[in-house]
C-alpha cells in the first residue's frame, strides 16, 4: 500500500515538474521572426524619363504594328522613291515593326525624307495638370559609322502652321550608345514651348548632303510617345537596382535574370500594356514579372513603360550582370536557446540577394527520421554586409535532435546546412562546429 501510494506521489511530482517547465517555455516563447539587420543604401536608378512624374497622359502613342506606312493619320514627304520611309520587319524595339529609312546601293542621289505625325491639339490638355509641361521620347536605331561621318542627317523639327515652316528641336549626333540597338539617347525631348498651340505636327527628317558611301546606311525608329502628367495615382516600378551572378540564370527554366514590376495597387496589372526594355536590345510584353537571358556581363539600364488606356508612366532601373561568384551566405546558429531555433543569416558579399526563400527543418527520433518544417518564408531583400535574425517556435521534445537551413536566393548562390543539438523540454542546445 505505501508502495503505491509513493509510486503515485512521484508520478504526481513528476508531472508537476512537466507541467512548470511546459509554463516556463510559454511565458519565455517568442514569436517566429525576421528580424532585419542594417540596411545598406542602394545603388541610385536612373532619372526616369519623364523629368521625375510617374503618371502621364498620352497624347500620342505609335508603335508601327502594322504595314501601313505611313501610319493612319501620319503623312511622309518623298524625294527620294529608293530611299523613303518604309516599314521594317527585321529590327524593331516593340513588335513587330518599327518605321526606317534605308540607303543602299540602289538608292542614288540625294534625300530629304520626312515623316510626320497627325495633326495634335496640345492646348487640350491644359487642364491635366499645372505645370502645362508636354514631352516625348522614342527608340531610334543606327551605326556609328553613318552618324560619326554623317553619311545620313537625322532631325526631329516641330510646325504649328501646318507644315509650311519647321523648328529642329532635337539631331542626331555622335551619342554614346551601343551599336546596332535601340536606344533613348537624347531623350525626352521637351515640347512644352508649344502646349498653347492648336495645330502641332512633329516632324522625323532623314536627309544626306552626299552620294557617297551609300551602302547600308539607315535610321529606324521605334514607340514613339508623346506625353503630358496625367493620372496623379498611376505609377510603376521596374524594381532593382537588380545584382545577378551570370551562372545563375541558367539554373531557371526558361533561363534568364527575374525582373520583378508592378503598377499602383488600384490598377490591374493584368489590365495595362507592358513593355519592357532590358538593355541590350531585347524587349517583353510579360506583365509584371519577365525574364531575360542575358550572353554578356556588365551594367545594363532596365526600362519599363505601362500604359493604361491613354494613360503612360515610366521607370528605370539598373542590373549589375557579374561573371565572379560571390562569397557563401553564411548560417550561425545560436548555440542555447529557450522555446526554438535561433540562426543569424549574413550575406558577406559586395551584391544583395534577392527574394531569398528560406526554410528550417528538424529532425527527430533515434534515427533523425521524421521531419518538421518549422520556418518557411521568403526575405524579399538581403543588402550586401547586412545580416538577418531569424526565429521559429519549438517547444516539445526529449533528446537528440538535428535541423537543416536552407537557403536559396534568387541572384545568387544559395547555402544548406545542417547543425547538431540536444533537447531537453524547451531548452535546445546547438553543437559548435
Not at 149 to 156: A, D, E, S
Not at 288 to 309: E, M
Request: hydrophobic share 35%; with cysteine.
Amino acid at each position: 500500500m505505501r508502495k503505491a501510494e509513493k509510486r503515485k506521489q512521484n508520478i504526481k511530482s513528476f508531472c508537476t515538474l512537466v507541467i512548470a517547465f511546459i509554463l516556463l517555455g510559454m511565458c519565455c516563447s517568442v514569436q517566429a521572426q525576421s528580424t532585419k539587420g542594417p540596411s545598406v543604401p542602394n545603388v541610385p536608378s536612373m532619372k526616369p524619363l519623364s523629368d521625375g512624374s510617374k503618371g502621364n497622359l498620352t497624347v500620342l502613342n505609335e508603335n508601327f504594328s502594322t504595314t501601313a506606312m505611313p501610319p493612319s493619320g501620319w503623312r511622309i514627304k518623298t524625294t527620294n522613291p529608293n530611299g523613303k520611309w518604309r516599314i521594317d520587319n527585321i529590327r524593331y524595339h516593340s513588335s513587330p515593326y518599327s518605321a526606317e529609312v534605308y540607303r543602299g546601293t540602289s538608292c542614288h542621289g540625294l534625300m530629304d525624307e520626312w515623316l510626320m505625325t497627325p495633326y495634335l491639339d496640345f492646348s487640350k490638355y491644359l487642364n491635366y495638370n499645372h505645370t502645362n509641361n508636354i514631352y516625348m521620347h522614342f527608340w531610334w536605331y543606327s551605326d556609328t559609322y553613318v552618324v560619326e561621318n554623317g553619311l545620313l542627317h537625322f532631325n526631329v523639327s516641330v510646325s504649328t502652321d501646318g507644315g509650311t515652316t519647321w523648328k529642329k528641336v532635337w539631331q542626331a549626333i555622335n551619342w554614346s550608345f551601343n551599336e546596332n540597338e535601340f536606344s533613348l539617347k537624347g531623350m525626352p525631348i521637351d515640347l512644352s514651348t508649344y502646349r498653347n498651340n492648336t495645330n502641332v505636327t512633329i516632324g522625323f527628317q532623314c536627309y544626306s548632303n552626299t552620294e557617297e558611301g551609300a551602302v547600308a546606311q539607315y535610321f529606324q525608329i521605334d514607340d514613339v510617345v508623346i506625353w503630358t502628367p496625367g493620372l496623379a495615382n498611376f505609377s510603376c516600378s521596374a524594381g532593382g537596382p537588380y545584382f545577378w551572378w551570370y551562372h545563375q540564370q541558367k539554373l531557371y527554366i526558361p533561363p534568364g535574370v527575374r525582373f520583378h514590376g508592378n503598377v499602383s495597387k488600384s490598377y490591374n496589372p493584368y489590365v495595362c500594356h507592358w513593355l519592357w526594355d532590358f538593355g541590350d536590345g531585347n524587349t517583353s510584353q510579360l506583365p509584371v514579372n519577365t525574364y531575360h537571358n542575358y550572353t554578356k556581363i556588365g551594367t545594363y539600364r532596365i526600362t519599363l513603360q505601362v500604359t493604361y488606356g491613354m494613360n503612360v508612366t515610366f521607370d528605370n532601373t539598373t542590373l549589375n550582370l557579374f561573371l565572379n561568384p560571390p562569397p557563401d551566405i553564411t548560417v550561425s546558429p545560436k548555440l542555447v536557446c529557450l522555446g526554438g531555433i535561433t540562426v543569424t543569416i549574413k550575406n558577406p558579399g559586395d551584391y544583395n540577394a534577392t527574394n531569398v526563400s528560406l526554410k528550417i527543418k528538424v529532425f527527430m527520433g533515434p534515427f533523425q527520421m521524421r521531419e518538421k518544417l518549422l520556418q518557411n518564408e521568403t526575405i524579399a531583400n538581403l543588402g550586401n554586409h547586412s545580416e538577418t535574425l531569424v526565429k521559429c517556435k519549438y517547444f516539445f521534445g526529449m533528446g537528440r535532435i538535428h535541423f537543416e537551413v536552407i537557403i536559396t536566393p534568387e541572384n545568387i548562390g544559395g547555402v544548406d546546412k545542417s547543425f547538431y543539438s540536444y533537447k531537453a523540454g524547451p531548452l535546445i542546445f546547438t553543437l559548435p562546429q
